[in-house]
């Protein structure tokens, strides 16, 4: 782990405050020096037991967020380094600090996460719940456009630009690309790393024994639907739809039908049932695409929808 004070000074960026110390890596917020901007600095966490897991995967994700053809409003951005005599670079060594992570520079997105808004977001209308999942779907289709999916799609890796207002459309930002794949780079760790409640069937069965053999070729795209699906259930009633051990849970989604209890007695919400049900339909040819998702959508709640 990452542990540093406020006024560590790296590069061009002065330390301030954690944002969040994950598994494998530790977010901060920094100011940069001379100036009254903040950005976030993102730094790999490594020991000397895994000392280049977290390495490639931020150094993946650098790769991916710095392509001149990856800049979407709805998509995290990410920062060039200054570096002496060198040209800039998107993600370096902190070679002020002992350990020597590699770190890179990430807009400061100031409206907080999904996860951190559910219960907020039980407040607002039905028209912006449907309106935020509109402006998430944006984002996935350029994303799947380029062949790409993001594949570990959940709450916590969907932060707001601003806070949050019923009377404002949402601009929800998708963060944390370190297992987005077109499904060729065939790298283990990405394969099998996966948020168990919003893992797809066949991704969860492909990360067992012999899971690979049985299920072929993963569709990556067709994976993130399913955890599209699994958060539209959340928006709309501010719950998990698996809960349990992490047997029961792997079980639930490999095996049984999903019971939806969607806090909407009309039509609409006959409607959102059936789209749920699509998005998590258990053969991955049988979903949606995102393209189709947001069509249908469109055709069935017509924009204006705030």
Same mark, same amino acid.
């Given at each position: 782990?990452? @542990?540093?004070?406020?006024?560590?000074?790296? $590069?061009?960026?002065?330390?301030?405050?954690?944002? *969040?110390?994950? %598994? /494998? !890596? @530790?977010?901060?917020?920094?100011?940069?020096? %001379?100036?009254?901007?903040?950005?976030?600095?993102?730094?790999?966490?490594?020991?000397? *037991?895994?000392?280049?897991?977290?390495?490639?995967? #931020?150094q993946?994700e650098?790769?991916?967020?710095?392509?001149?053809?990856?800049?979407?409003? %709805?998509?995290?951005?990410?920062?060039?380094?200054?570096?002496?005599?060198?040209?800039?670079?998107?993600?370096?060594?902190?070679?002020?600090?002992?350990?020597?992570?590699?770190?890179?520079?990430?807009e400061?997105?100031?409206?907080?996460?999904?996860?951190?808004?559910?219960? *907020?977001i039980?407040?607002?209308?039905?028209?912006?719940?449907?309106?935020?999942?509109?402006?998430?779907?944006?984002?996935?289709?350029?994303?799947?456009?380029?062949?790409?999916?993001?594949?570990?799609?959940?709450?916590?890796?969907?932060?707001?630009?601003?806070?949050? @207002?019923?009377?404002?459309?949402?601009?929800?930002?998708?963060?944390?690309? !370190?297992? !987005?794949?077109?499904?060729?780079?065939?790298?283990?760790?990405? $394969?099998?790393?996966y /948020?168990?409640?919003?893992?797809?069937?066949?991704?969860?069965?492909?990360?067992?024994?012999?899971?690979?053999?049985? /299920?072929?070729?993963?569709?990556?795209?067709a994976? $993130?639907?399913? @955890?599209?699906?699994?958060?539209?259930?959340?928006?709309?009633?501010?719950?998990?739809?698996?809960?349990? *051990?992490? $047997?029961?849970?792997?079980?639930?989604?490999?095996?049984?039908?999903?019971?939806?209890?969607?806090?909407?007695?009309?039509?609409?919400?006959?409607?959102?049932?059936?789209?749920?049900?699509?998005?998590?339909?258990?053969?991955?040819?049988?979903?949606?695409?995102?393209?189709?998702?947001?069509?249908?959508l469109?055709?069935?709640? #017509?924009?204006?929808?705030?």
């Open positions: 782990m990452i @542990s540093l004070q406020k006024g560590t000074k790296i $590069d061009r960026f002065i330390i301030e405050k954690a944002l *969040n110390i994950g %598994g /494998t !890596a @530790s977010i901060y917020l920094a100011l940069v020096e %001379g100036t009254n901007k903040k950005v976030a600095i993102k730094f790999a966490n490594i020991d000397d *037991n895994m000392p280049s897991h977290e390495e490639v995967l #931020l993946w650098a790769e991916l967020l710095q392509r001149w053809d990856w800049r979407h409003p %709805g998509i995290l951005r990410v920062y060039p380094i200054p570096l002496k005599d060198r040209k800039p670079e998107y993600v370096v060594k902190a070679i002020d600090i002992e350990s020597q992570p590699w770190y890179m520079a990430m400061h997105l100031q409206g907080g996460s999904l996860d951190d808004n559910l219960k *907020n039980q407040n607002c209308p039905l028209e912006w719940k449907l309106e935020l999942f509109y402006q998430m779907l944006l984002p996935l289709a350029f994303i799947h456009q380029k062949g790409y999916a993001h594949r570990d799609i959940k709450p916590s890796n969907v932060v707001f630009r601003y806070p949050i @207002s019923p009377d404002k459309i949402p601009e929800p930002v998708y963060i944390d690309f !370190a297992l !987005a794949t077109s499904g060729e780079e065939q790298r283990t760790i990405i $394969d099998n790393s /948020t168990l409640e919003y893992a797809s069937p066949e991704r969860i069965i492909r990360s067992m024994p012999m899971g690979d053999e049985t /299920t072929g070729p993963e569709n990556v795209q994976s $993130d639907v399913w @955890s599209l699906g699994v958060i539209l259930y959340e928006i709309l009633t501010g719950k998990l739809l698996f809960k349990g *051990n992490r $047997d029961k849970i792997r079980t639930t989604i490999i095996r049984e039908q999903m019971k939806l209890e969607l806090p909407i007695t009309d039509e609409r919400g006959h409607v959102l049932g059936a789209f749920i049900r699509a998005m998590l339909n258990k053969e991955p040819e049988r979903r949606p695409s995102i393209k189709e998702v947001i069509y249908a469109e055709e069935k709640f #017509l924009p204006p929808r705030i």
